[in-house]
């Protein structure tokens, strides 16, 4: 990995790092727990991303930037600054949950707050949202930079193209970040575009592309930063392709053994960024083995805090139903 001192990072930012990989990880297998005990209908998982998604949401300002995730982002919006509680009430359709007050299904993020834009369940379409957003945010003279994240079967989508077509002529300060599992639900890659890597494609819209091993986690972070500088400075947007594997099936929804070999499935556990990251913080003596379980044991004090107060929380009232949904209230 890349030396972390030469990228300015500090040893608490790198263990704050972990912490927020190892939290995304344990919320996201409580969500399967809790689907799997009947308790919630539906998860889609982060598992395998998280390295990935730390790396590129910590070049960003929390509070300052905007972002626009797709259903995997567990990651960014805890670094955003969602909190575990807000995850769960959202998981659970809770009246307090920030992101619809129980209307949306889970893991489709939002908290205007924290400057997290709600994402629709039509894959792509959030790319051309953040690239209308940047654009008023240029004319503006405002300095923000927008993320925004798809998985690599929604790079085959018509919206995406517009979205890369219109940020390249307009030089826009957003990044694309394609999360590529290489996996769209059951499509392998190969099936879905006839090129091995999705950045390729930015030069066809005068954009800069860029492929990283999102298990490189400090690696994953220098190119980001760097995509978010020319951000900055006016210079364009980047098409940030990042490699990672889904330790998962596509949701709880889907068995992966029925396209994958179960020898494909256990490959695929030894690109698990969770345990590379905690070898190299090891390795950079930046971290021990008491100290990383105490903080697994803190993350999972964190998740049944969460878990258990989202699961008291109030339902959303029935005669809310239609609030917001149309413009004369309809009598229940």
């Keep these: 990995m890349a030396d972390y001192r030469q990228l300015g990072l500090t040893e608490e930012d790198l263990k704050e790092m ?44 929390p509070g300052h930037d905007i972002v626009l995730p797709y259903y995997r982002d567990l990651g960014v919006v805890l670094r955003m600054g969602m909190t575990p509680l807000e995850v769960m009430l959202d998981f659970f359709a809770k009246a307090d949950g920030p992101s619809s007050g129980g209307r ?31 654009y008023a945010a240029q004319q ?3 300095d923000r930079v927008f993320y925004t994240s798809i998985g690599e079967g929604s790079a085959s989508q018509g919206e995406f193209h517009e ?17 590529n599992n290489q996996w769209a639900i059951s499509v392998p890659l190969q099936k879905q575009m006839a090129v091995d890597r999705v950045s390729l494609r ?32 006016g210079e364009g947007a980047t098409l940030l392709e990042v490699m990672v594997p889904r330790l ?37 003596g930046v971290i021990s083995d008491e ?18 107060e989202a699961q008291k ?9 239609y609030t917001h949904v149309y413009a004369t209230p309809i009598e229940l």
């Design 18 to 61: 972990y912490r927020l990989m190892l939290l995304a990880r344990r919320l996201d297998e409580r969500q399967w727990v809790l689907n799997r005990m009947g308790q919630a209908p539906f998860a889609i998982g982060c598992q395998g991303h998280e390295g990935a998604q730390i790396g590129i949401s910590w070049a960003l300002k």
């Design 104 to 134: 949306q299904m889970p893991s489709h993020y939002s908290h205007p707050q924290k400057g997290i834009v709600t994402q629709s369940s039509t894959v792509a379409t959030q790319t051309l949202h953040a690239v209308g957003m940047a």
């Design 140 to 142: 503006l003279g405002e």
């Design 163 to 179: 979205a890369l077509n219109w940020a390249g002529i307009y030089k826009l300060p957003v990044i694309f970040v394609v999360q």
């Design 202 to 233: 930015a030069a066809g819209y005068g954009l800069t592309g860029v492929t990283v091993d999102g298990l490189q986690v400090l690696e994953v972070y220098r190119v980001a930063k760097e995509a978010v500088e020319r951000a900055r400075r």
């Design 248 to 284: 998962t099936g596509h949701s709880t929804d889907d068995d992966p053994r029925t396209y994958m070999t179960q020898e494909e499935m256990e490959a695929l556990k030894e690109r698990d960024p969770l345990g590379h990251f905690a070898a190299f913080l090891k390795e950079q």
């Design 291 to 308: 100290e990383l379980a105490a903080i697994d044991r803190e993350v999972r004090q964190e998740v049944d805090r969460a878990t258990d």
């Design 313 to 321: 929380a109030p339902d959303p009232k029935p005669e809310d139903l």
